[in-house]
């Protein structure tokens, strides 16, 4: 099975633009999708396919792929993106999906 | 709107199993599958199963296998999870969360409010 790795945590100062990066296998073959979840709340899906935000996700919030990395990018962080962020993909052997260890996001 | 709703934590003993629900609603039940994600305290989220709620297909994690059962109901649009012999790792919050896919990408959405499963002698 593949795995998704992901770095643990990001920090990022207001205001900035930061990235969150998610490697694996089977982003060679698929899109990432992405995930926000914060303190005591259910992960919500903040990014899908190329680069699809779901209605309500800021446009701040963008997403790309290239090769077998996967990045979320916010530009112009708010407070309120302090959270955990998750990718996902489908296994390239097609009978599991796999999450990444996840990147806690820190806005100084 | 739609909406997954899980049902209320639950505190088992070690080797006990425990079944929790997951009610769809506000779109066509048959028309998706249904993930099971868990998330140990602290921890990240771990994929651990899928099911058609159409006809009931079921894929699950080979960490899992033989331990989870995934089952449907669709007189009344509720989902299942039953996990057996249940230790103290076992001890985390159980999500559903619909799926979604084109050819290029499968993502969940929305997710239940999460089930808090305790295991504890």
């Known amino acids: 099975s593949s795995e998704l790795a992901q770095d643990p945590a990001v920090s990022v100062a207001l205001g900035q633009t930061v990235r969150i990066t998610c490697q694996g296998d089977s982003l060679r073959t698929y899109y990432a999708s992405w995930y926000q979840q914060k303190p005591g709340q259910s992960p919500a899906l903040v990014i899908y396919d190329k680069n699809i935000r779901p209605s309500g996700i800021p446009d701040r919030f963008s997403g790309s792929s290239s090769g077998n990395t996967a990045s979320l990018t916010i530009t112009g962080a708010q407070a309120a993106d302090e959270a955990d962020y998750y990718c996902n993909s489908r296994d390239t052997g097609g009978n599991s999906w796999v999450f990444g260890g996840g990147t806690r996001l820190t806005v100084l | 709107q739609v909406q997954l709703v899980q049902s209320g934590a639950e505190v088992k003993n070690p080797g006990a199993s425990v079944k929790v629900s997951c009610k769809a609603s506000?779109?066509?039940?048959?028309?998706?599958?249904i993930h099971w994600v868990r998330q140990a305290p602290g921890q990240g989220l771990e994929w651990m199963g899928v099911?058609?709620?159409?006809?009931?297909?079921?894929i699950y994690a080979q960490k899992f296998q033989g331990r989870v059962t995934l089952t449907r109901d669709v007189s009344t649009s509720t989902l299942y999870m039953e996990l057996s012999s249940l230790r103290s790792e076992d001890t985390a919050v159980y999500y559903c969360a619909r799926d979604h896919s084109n050819s290029n990408c499968w993502w969940f959405d929305p997710w239940g409010q999460g089930t808090l499963v305790s295991v504890s002698s």
């Open positions: 506000g779109y066509t039940f048959t028309s998706h599958w």
């Open positions: 099911i058609n709620a159409n006809d009931g297909t079921v």
